[in-house]
Nanobody
Framework: QVQLVESGGGLVQAGGFLRLSCAAS????????MGWYRQGPGRQRELVAT???????NYADSVKGRFTISRDSAMNMVYLQMNSLKPEDTAVYYC??????????????WGQGTQVTVSS
């Protein structure tokens, strides 16, 4: 089992910034992908950004150039620096971790979510 705990959400004005953090603990594989997803009001959960244990990074088009994902694998932490925030970034942000098996199977884990609200 893996436990994920997010922190850093809050209320910010449009154009502002926030930094989300996620601490992972438990049975974490050396091959894994950590990431951030979000779910806005009345919307489905969507990918924000992911980063692999090898350093590969993927961003949603809507956040490219504004958000930066990073990780500290030694500490099992992942971060999301969010700049130039827009009201449409308002959502519950979830941390995720996928333990990767060599068979291409994966086990996915989620945090409890942290609210980010951007006022106009």
């Amino acid at each position: 089992q893996v436990q994920l705990v997010e922190s850093g959400g809050g209320l910010v004005q449009a154009g502002g910034f926030l930094r989300l953090s996620c601490a992972a603990s438990g049975s974490i594989f050396s091959r894994n992908t950590m990431g951030w997803y979000r779910q806005g009001p009345g919307r489905q959960r969507e990918l924000v950004a992911t980063i692999t244990s090898g350093g590969g990074i993927n961003y949603a088009d809507s956040v490219k150039g504004r958000f930066t994902i990073s990780r500290d694998s030694a500490m099992n932490m992942v971060y999301l620096q969010m700049n130039s925030l827009k009201p449409e970034d308002t959502a519950v942000y979830y941390c995720s971790l996928d333990n990767l098996f060599f068979s291409n199977r994966k086990e996915s884990y989620w945090g409890q979510g942290t609210q980010v609200t951007v006022s106009s």
